[in-house]
Each structure stands twice: as structure tokens, then as C-alpha cells.
């Protein structure tokens, strides 16, 4: 009861430092004072202490001071193996709401707080919610490649969010094929397994698609289970999207096979995509593929830590030269 009244008293006084506007010295002494805790390994106090003050010079626009004390919470999250849950969870999201994307700092924060996650819980890519959260932060400030690597390792409401993200993102190239960036989100959920979450992401993004891009012709798929007829497109690209989804759902691998082969040159825009059809053929159809050591780990790696390079994405209107996109013509 001591303790409880001591770090009131204490935070009594930080605030009172803050709101008579000497921010250096109350951020000095927050550290010190949490410092002090973590010592002890008062790791509750340390952590309601810091919680506290992040949000107090956040809200004081001290951004730099403020992100400091959250990047401390994190560590102290880590020390104490704190695990994820709606509480811990929910500090991240309070002094994440308060750094906007001028804070440089606040990156980083987001990093190491999906690493305390994914430490803390049984999660690799780090909890789902907080991956979701992430993905629509960077969405709502238009950094496209940022809040696709989040959303993809979200929660079942992400594969809409990303749906609309990479629609969002292809209207940034209206001269390029959108199939390029619809294809690259569902063999991306496709090489996780995530057939449903795949489909989530087509159907949005196709229900926004210009009626250009729409052919007259329709068909009726061989070996589907669906045996409706399906609308087809005038981009190579978003056919093919289309063909592989419903060969997952057939698990035939001599449909797979004939895709494969049938749309190889389209496959070629990207160099990613031919590893994540190598990787879908494994998950899906049973394919083994030649021996290749960590090809998908190096390629999940590639994904999660955020957009490629714009050289190993030139398909997707990342800048710099562009090779020829693929035609928008009728299907075969």
C-alpha cells in the first residue's frame, strides 16, 4: 500500500513538472525514477510509470521525449516478459495513437513492439491485432508497401483492408496492368496458406476495377467445384489470378501445371513470383520442388520486413526506370 501511494506521489509530482512546461527535467526524472523500478524489478510500477509519462509528453507534443520513454516501455515489456494481451496491447495502441508520421522514432517503436509480440505469444510474425493495426495506420498515410507487409500477418478482417490497400496503390500507375498488384497480394496470402483470405482480397479488389478492364466473354472453369460461370478480364494478369484460386480450391495439380505454364511469361514481370509459385504448388497441389536452401524463409523475410527494394519490384510502379508492362488484352 506504501509503494502504490509512493509512485502516485510520484507521478503527482512528474505531471505537475510537465504542466508547468519543464519538459526536460520531468522526462529526466521519469527515466531516472523508472530506472530506479526496473532495478528493483518493480517491473508493474516501471511500466505504468513510463506508460504514463509517454502519454503525457505525446499529448504535450514533446515527440521526441514522449517516443523515448515508449521505446523504454518495450524494453521493460522484454525484461519482464510481459505477455500479449488486450491490456498490454492496448499501451501500444495509446502511444501510437499520439506520434504522427513526422516522428522518426515511431517506426522503430512499431518494430520493436511486433518483436516483444511475436516473443510473447504464439505468434511468429507477432500478434495479429497489432499487425493489423499497423497495416491501417500506414494505409491511412498512403505508405501502400508498409501497410501491405502488416496486413498480410493480420487478423481476417486485414485480407479486405488489403484488398482495398493494393487497389488504392494501383491507382498510383494508371498506365500499368492493376492485375500486377492484385496477383502480387494473392500469392503472397496463397504462399501462407490463406486460401480464403486470398479470395477476400480478389473479390475487393476486383469489385472496384474500371468496366475497361472487364471482357464480354465469360466461361465456365474445368475441374472447378464452382461450376458457375465466371466473369473473365482483359488483363492476362487478373485472369491468371483468377485461374489460380480456383485450381486451389480443386487441389489438381495438372491444372496447376498448365497455369503455370500457360501464363510463365507473365510470371516473369516480377522476380518474386516465380518463388511463390514454386511455394503454392508445394502447399496446394503436392509439387515437391528442387532443394533450395531457406528459399522461403529468405522470401518471407523479404515480405515481412516491409516493401522491396524498387529494383526487385519494377512491375508494381515502385519508381525508377520500368521495363514494358504487360497489355491489357483479351484472354486466350
Not at 522484454?78 to 492496448?90: H, I, M, Y
Not at 517506426?107 to 493489423?132: C, K, M, V
Not at 488483363?235 to 510463365?264: D, H, R, W
Amino acid at each position: 500500500m506504501a509503494a502504490a501511494r509512493g509512485t502516485a506521489k510520484v507521478l503527482q509530482k512528474l505531471e505537475k513538472s510537465v504542466g508547468d512546461g519543464n519538459y526536460y527535467d520531468a522526462h529526466q526524472m521519469y527515466r531516472t525514477v523508472a530506472n530506479r523500478y526496473v532495478k528493483a524489478q518493480n517491473y508493474k510500477d516501471a511500466i505504468d510509470l513510463l506508460h504514463s509519462g509517454s502519454l503525457l509528453l505525446l499529448k504535450h507534443k514533446q515527440a521526441g521525449s514522449g517516443t523515448d520513454l515508449a521505446l523504454y516501455l518495450v524494453e521493460v515489456y522484454n525484461l519482464n516478459k510481459v505477455p500479449v494481451t488486450e491490456e498490454s496491447r492496448d499501451r501500444i495502441f495509446d502511444l501510437a495513437d499520439l506520434m504522427d508520421g513526422e516522428n522518426s522514432q515511431r517506426r522503430t517503436f512499431l518494430q520493436n513492439a511486433i518483436s516483444w509480440s511475436s516473443s510473447n505469444s504464439e505468434y511468429n510474425n507477432g500478434d495479429p491485432l497489432l499487425q493489423h493495426y499497423v497495416g491501417l495506420l500506414f494505409w491511412r498515410e498512403k505508405d501502400y508497401g508498409q501497410a501491405e507487409a502488416h496486413l498480410l500477418v493480420g487478423t481476417q478482417e486485414s485480407a479486405e483492408a488489403l484488398g482495398y490497400v493494393l487497389f488504392e496503390w494501383s491507382e498510383l500507375e494508371p498506365s500499368h496492368d492493376k492485375g500486377a498488384y492484385l496477383l502480387r497480394g494473392v500469392l503472397q496470402e496463397l504462399a501462407m496458406r490463406n486460401l480464403r483470405d486470398a479470395n477476400v482480397v480478389f473479390r475487393t479488389f476486383v469489385e472496384r476495377l474500371p468496366a475497361n478492364y472487364l471482357s464480354s466473354e465469360q466461361k465456365t472453369p474445368q475441374g472447378s467445384q464452382k461450376m458457375a460461370t465466371i466473369q473473365t478480364f482483359k488483363s492476362s494478369l487478373l485472369n491468371l489470378t483468377q485461374m489460380l484460386l480456383l485450381a486451389c480450391e480443386t487441389g489438381n495439380p495438372a491444372v496447376f501445371k498448365q497455369i503455370s505454364a500457360k501464363y510463365k511469361p507473365v510470371l516473369a514481370i516480377d522476380e518474386n513470383f516465380g518463388a511463390l509459385m514454386t511455394t503454392i504448388g508445394e502447399l496446394f497441389f503436392g509439387i515437391r520442388a528442387p532443394k533450395q536452401a531457406n528459399m522461403l524463409a529468405d522470401l518471407m523475410s523479404s515480405l515481412f520486413s516491409g516493401p522491396p527494394a524498387p529494383s526487385s519490384r519494377p512491375a508494381l510502379g515502385s519508381g525508377g526506370a520500368q521495363p514494358p508492362q504487360p497489355a491489357i488484352e483479351e484472354m486466350d
